[in-house]
């Protein structure tokens, strides 16, 4: 993508420069198609690092994707490790549990025995 934002940009200031060089007609319509190109450019160089950002006047524009895809990688991750831990919650109160049953119930065979 960077290429062809590149790309972009020099045919515009190549455009806009053989139209005032060697046509020789006014400038003002080569320096806004210069700055459309460069603006459609620039917007392609940087639209794989956007994700939203808004424009009084214009609207919205995508911005940050790179980040917010990381940052869903990273929650995802700690979504899974919480998920591991309680289920090894869940083992090790089972494993209490049997081992508090199996206590009571050779006290009380000691207390029989005993009595």
């Known amino acids: 993508m960077h290429l062809i934002g590149i790309l972009i940009i020099v045919t515009g200031l190549a455009i806009s420069g053989w139209w005032t060089l060697y046509l020789r007609r006014k400038p003002a319509p080569a320096i806004i198609q210069c700055l459309l190109f460069i603006l459609a450019g620039t917007t392609v160089l940087v639209s794989d690092r956007l994700v939203e950002l808004t424009v009084e006047g214009v609207g919205t524009v995508k911005a940050a994707a790179r980040q917010a895809?990381?940052?869903?990688?990273?929650?995802?991750?700690?979504?899974?490790?919480?998920?591991?831990?309680?289920?090894?919650?869940?083992?090790?109160?089972?494993?209490?549990?049997?081992?508090?049953?199996?206590?009571?119930?050779?006290?009380a065979v000691a207390v029989s025995r005993g009595t």
């Open 69 to 107: 895809v990381a940052d869903a990688e990273a929650i995802a991750a700690l979504k899974d490790r919480i998920v591991d831990q309680g289920a090894t919650v869940d083992l090790v109160a089972r494993k209490a549990s049997e081992a508090e049953k199996l206590a009571e119930d050779r006290c």
